[in-house]
């Protein structure tokens, strides 16, 4: 019996215009009260090797250019935004994005035509209808097309996404899948002396992919998915809406348990068979673990490095961005995996190769 193969043909990615990270380490330091946590922040600031971080909120403060989407505005220390003030932002801001990653896909008229599912993951805003109804709307899509929203999944959501759309494909060969992965992290910020909570902050930026998955021979044939939970960590990284936006506790114990579970599990002896490694950049500290754990020679996460360092972490938007860079340069046979992570403590992979 023959079985279709779902390929990812290809990925455009795009990011805010605003580049954040430096006002960002300046406003944080500036928010502790404490000398002690001051030199700490500073240190792990030299330690993250992010040099770029977006967002859709403006750093400049400067005369004439105040408003909601300004970084000092929206920001402000004894007054930071209740959770419906961020939602507003999410919905005027996200489509702009979208747009920008969907335009870049550079569709032509028949695979824009051919598309007959959209596929959304977001976990850091909501609304409806959303934004799968926004790009059945900006390209001219079918008012019958398949739409499914993927939310509230982390920095992990994408692989998920991947995997359904592969599961569509095979059951529907005709099909044509068009994902969205889409993030505005710096919505939720939060005024607080808890250096563990601001040092996750350090990290996360805004972003979004779109990639189109379909039969058509061409990019990374999609060929198996496997999801591995870590006992006795659920509560290492959560994420949980509240009156001042969306809550995160990302633990620092999390490099040290996913280096763990990854040395002890099964891809620890596939490994050698895997020439290109598309791992999620959730920090320095997330890299330095998959790397260790898995024994990986020097320069395999050279991609998930770049991306960390130019963009920081867009959550589920994120691998795509490594995916990309990678499909750039692979050649035909290699065999790849992608690796993402998010609550539970989860770690969700994708075993794929050239063609």
Same mark, same amino acid.
């Given at each position: 019996?023959?079985?279709?193969?779902?390929?990812?043909?290809?990925?455009?990615?795009?990011?805010? *215009?605003?580049?954040?990270?430096?006002?960002?380490?300046?406003?944080?330091?500036?928010?502790?009260?404490?000398?002690?946590?001051?030199?700490?922040?500073?240190?792990?600031?030299?330690?993250?090797?992010?040099?770029?971080?977006?967002?859709? /909120?403006?750093?400049?403060?400067?005369?004439?250019?105040?408003? @909601?989407?300004?970084?000092?505005?929206?920001?402000?220390?004894?007054?930071?935004?209740?959770?419906?003030?961020?939602? &507003?932002?999410?919905?005027?801001?996200?489509?702009?994005?979208?747009?920008?990653?969907?335009?870049?896909?550079?569709?032509?008229?028949?695979?824009?035509?051919?598309?007959?599912?959209?596929?959304?993951?977001?976990?850091?805003?909501?609304?409806?209808?959303?934004?799968?109804?926004?790009?059945?709307?900006?390209?001219?899509?079918?008012?019958?097309? &398949?739409?499914?929203?993927?939310?509230?999944?982390?920095?992990?959501?994408?692989?998920?996404?991947?995997?359904?759309?592969?599961?569509?494909?095979?059951?529907?060969?005709?099909?044509?899948?068009?994902?969205?992965?889409?993030?505005?992290?710096?919505?939720?910020?939060?005024?607080?002396? *808890?250096?563990?909570?601001?040092?996750?902050?350090?990290?996360?930026?805004?972003?979004?992919?779109?990639?189109?998955?379909?039969?058509?021979?061409?990019?990374?044939?999609?060929?198996?998915?496997?999801?591995?939970?870590?006992?006795?960590?659920?509560?290492?990284?959560?994420?949980?809406?509240?009156?001042?936006?969306?809550?995160?506790?990302? @633990?620092?114990?999390?490099?040290? *348990? /996913?280096?763990?579970?990854?040395?002890?599990?099964?891809?620890?002896? *596939?490994?050698?068979?895997?020439?290109?490694?598309?791992?999620? #950049?959730?920090?320095?500290?997330?890299?330095?673990?998959?790397?260790?754990?898995?024994?990986? #020679?020097?320069?395999? /996460?050279? &991609?998930?490095?770049?991306?960390?360092?130019?963009?920081?972490?867009?959550?589920?938007?994120?691998?795509?961005?490594?995916?990309?860079?990678?499909?750039?340069?692979?050649?035909?046979?290699?065999?790849?995996?992608?690796?993402?992570?998010? #609550?539970?403590?989860?770690?969700?992979?994708?075993?794929?190769?050239?063609?």
């Amino acid at each position: 019996m023959h079985t279709t193969t779902a390929y990812l043909n290809r990925v455009a990615t795009a990011v805010p *215009e605003h580049d954040v990270h430096d006002a960002f380490v300046v406003f944080a330091d500036q928010m502790l009260a404490g000398p002690r946590l001051r030199t700490v922040f500073r240190r792990m600031v030299s330690r993250a090797d992010i040099a770029h971080r977006y967002s859709f /909120l403006d750093p400049e403060k400067s005369a004439g250019r105040f408003s @909601s989407h300004t970084a000092h505005e929206f920001y402000r220390p004894g007054n930071f935004p209740a959770t419906a003030r961020r939602m &507003e932002l999410f919905e005027q801001c996200a489509p702009l994005l979208m747009r920008k990653a969907v335009d870049r896909l550079d569709l032509n008229e028949k695979e824009r035509s051919g598309i007959t599912h959209v596929l959304v993951t977001c976990c850091t805003g909501l609304y409806a209808p959303g934004l799968d109804f926004e790009i059945v709307d900006h390209l001219g899509l079918s008012p019958g097309v &398949e739409r499914t929203m993927v939310g509230f999944m982390g920095c992990s959501a994408a692989i998920n996404a991947l995997r359904m759309a592969r599961h569509i494909v095979r059951s529907e060969p005709e099909a044509a899948v068009l994902m969205l992965n889409l993030e505005l992290c710096t919505l939720h910020f939060q005024e607080t002396q *808890e250096l563990e909570q601001v040092l996750s902050f350090l990290v996360f930026a805004d972003g979004a992919a779109a990639s189109l998955i379909t039969a058509r021979e061409h990019g990374f044939a999609l060929d198996s998915f496997k999801a591995v939970t870590v006992p006795g960590t659920r509560g290492l990284i959560t994420w949980k809406i509240r009156g001042l936006g969306f809550d995160m506790l990302l @633990s620092g114990q999390v490099p040290a *348990e /996913l280096g763990r579970a990854l040395h002890q599990g099964e891809l620890m002896a *596939e490994r050698d068979g895997i020439d290109l490694w598309a791992v999620h #950049p959730g920090g320095r500290s997330i890299l330095d673990a998959v790397e260790n754990g898995l024994e990986l #020679p020097a320069g395999a /996460l050279a &991609e998930s490095r770049e991306v960390l360092s130019r963009f920081g972490n867009m959550s589920s938007a994120t691998v795509m961005f490594v995916l990309q860079r990678m499909m750039q340069q692979a050649h035909p046979g290699q065999r790849g995996c992608a690796m993402s992570f998010g #609550p539970g403590l989860t770690a969700e992979t994708m075993r794929f190769h050239v063609v």
